[in-house]
């Protein structure tokens, strides 16, 4: 495919059977500040690395989905302004005009799987927005996991969404939502939402079985994997919670809505809970990125 390139290091490892974990862009772009962004995406695929997989950051440079940045490339799209925010609807036009764009759980879930990657990890997903009964905002992320084979190792979803619809919509679109090693689908900065883990499993091997038992039914889609931030980096949810009503108040206020949601979103929580948000999304991408290592090279 002339559409997508893959970095040296990582069709080295694919070709050499060794496991690789595909890792998102939209976080750097539209999810963090520089130069913490790049400082994240570093410790990621470190992370990654440690684990003994290879890191594969995906983005469209130029209209090229590529599997795999350089360190290069990585800094200059933390730095870059104008980086379109691509999800599935977008991907065909960003390859079609050369653009530059970031890719969201959706886009790397369809990049991984066409460059031969099966597990991805990141920080949230996107899911159904409190409100989706006025705005219809529900993130393509979640039909995409119940289409496209990859496996998603998350920290659960931000409480700027609506949990309760986000698994219930999950459940509808016949997604398997594991959560590792806990009875309660973590909250993302919370290791607890009140909600109960749609299923449980307490080992990457016992994911990696799963992944195997749906491919041989042939199911369509992704496995979910809520992985809860580990306990000493975990923001009580008191501490959250106002600041979310306020950001999602002043996203009403000032009526943004659409794809700009989400970035406004985040943007604001940063501000709001003064930068320590931020350190508990860099612990949970890495916690996040390790289990997906374990699942890749349990695979
Ligand atoms: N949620 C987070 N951090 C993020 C995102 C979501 O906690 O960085 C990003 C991801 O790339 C996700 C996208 O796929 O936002 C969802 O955007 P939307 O809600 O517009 O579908
Ligand atoms: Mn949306």
Sequence with gaps: MTSLIHSPAVAAALKAGKPVVALESTIITHGMPFPQNVETARQV??????????????????????AGLDDAQLEAMGQAKGFLKLSRADL???????????????????????????????GGIGGVHRGAEKTYDVSADLQELARTPVCVVCAGAKAILDLPKTLET?????????????????AFWSRKSGLPAPLRLDRPEEIAALIRARAELRLDGGVLVGNPIPLEDEIA?????????TAIDEADATGVSG??????LLSRMLTLTEGRSLIANIA???NNARLAARIAAAL
Excluded at 48 to 65: H, S, Y
Excluded at 170 to 186: A, K, R
Excluded at 237 to 245: C, D, L, V
């Design 45 to 66: 695929e470190a992370a990654v690395r440690a684990e003994g997989a290879e890191p594969a950051t995906i983005a469209v440079l130029d209209g090229v989905i590529h």
């Design 92 to 122: 065909g036009y960003a390859i079609a005009t050369r653009k530059n764009g970031s890719t969201t759980v959706a886009a790397t879930m369809i990049a991984a799987d066409r460059a031969g990657i099966r597990v991805f990890a990141t």
């Design 170 to 186: 999950l459940e509808t679109l016949g997604v398997p939502v594991v959560v590792n090693g806990s009875d309660e689908f973590p």
């Design 237 to 245: 949810a008191s501490e959250i919670n106002p600041a979310i009503e």
């Design 259 to 264: 794809k700009a949601l989400t970035p406004f």
């Design 284 to 286: 949970l991408v890495e």
